[in-house]
T-cell receptor, first 110, second 115 residues
Framework: DAKTTQPTSMDCAEGRAANLPCNHS???????VYWYRQIHSQGPQYIIH???NNETNEMASLIITEDRKSSTLILPHATLRDTAVYYC???????????FGDGTTLTVKP | EAGVAQSPRYKIIEKRQSVAFWCNPI?????LYWYQQILGQGPKLLIQ????????DSQLPKDRFSAERLKGVDSTLKIQPAKLEDSAVYLC?????????????FGDGTRLSIL
């Protein structure tokens, strides 16, 4: 499975867009990119996933570069409740296997 | 729908004792995962079941950890004997059909402290 690289931490002002980058330069053609987040004392929560095209749901948008070597998770209007650790994961051909890195700690500030 | 249920929420034991965790996945989810999450790190996969068969247990310390998923529904993870380095949160997750790229849904975990 492809490994991912994320910044250790990021800050964002409340009400502004939070853009979280992820590098997955060794991604294979059939591997999806998934994003999860983990709020303190809770299990990871699924946010969004994509293969090639940009995706949007009620929580966030996912922008995947054309060469698929990197992606960006966008929280359009960050709130204090979005403070969490965000994990970018690439899932390989072994059905369901996901390797989590240490994620990005996003702190949304008033 | 009901989420992934785990119990107990917290457990404190002394080293060399044994402990067991229980997980009830989302109804109809064929795949079940156990992860270990050490403080400050991302979750590490211990074992993955597809129905009641093991798909991947390559990172399970088999000399002390065991897991089973009887009847392809509930699962238990056991540690015997526990070591200090086993202090962590143990997360259970399930997914509907990972071959169709369905995401994993996680429980809130069991926080294990070894004294």
């Amino acid at each position: 499975d492809a490994k991912t690289t994320q910044p250790t931490s990021m800050d964002c002002a409340e009400g502004r867009a939070a853009n979280l980058p992820c590098n997955h330069s060794t991604i294979s053609g059939n591997e999806y990119v998934y994003w999860y987040r983990q709020i303190h004392s809770q299990g990871p929560q699924y946010i969004i996933h994509g293969l090639k095209n940009n995706e949007t749901n009620e929580m966030a948008s996912l922008i995947i570069t054309e060469d698929r070597k990197s992606s960006t998770l966008i929280l359009p209007h960050a709130t204090l409740r979005d403070t969490a650790v965000y994990y970018c994961i690439v899932r390989g051909t072994n059905a369901g296997k996901s390797t989590f890195g240490d994620g990005t700690t996003l702190t949304v500030k008033p | 729908e009901a989420g992934v249920a785990q119990s107990p929420r917290y457990k404190i034991i002394e080293k060399r004792q044994s402990v067991a965790f229980w997980c009830n996945p989302i109804s109809g989810h064929a795949t079940l995962y156990w992860y270990q999450q050490i403080l400050g790190q991302g979750p590490k996969l211990l074992i993955q079941f597809q129905n009641n068969g093991v798909v991947d247990d390559s990172q399970l310390p088999k000399d002390r950890f065991s897991a089973e998923r009887l009847k392809g529904v509930d699962s238990t993870l056991k540690i015997q004997p526990a070591k200090l380095e086993d202090s962590a949160v143990y997360l259970c997750a399930s997914s509907l059909d990972p071959d169709r790229w369905q995401p994993q849904h996680f429980g809130d975990g069991t926080r294990l402290s070894i004294l």
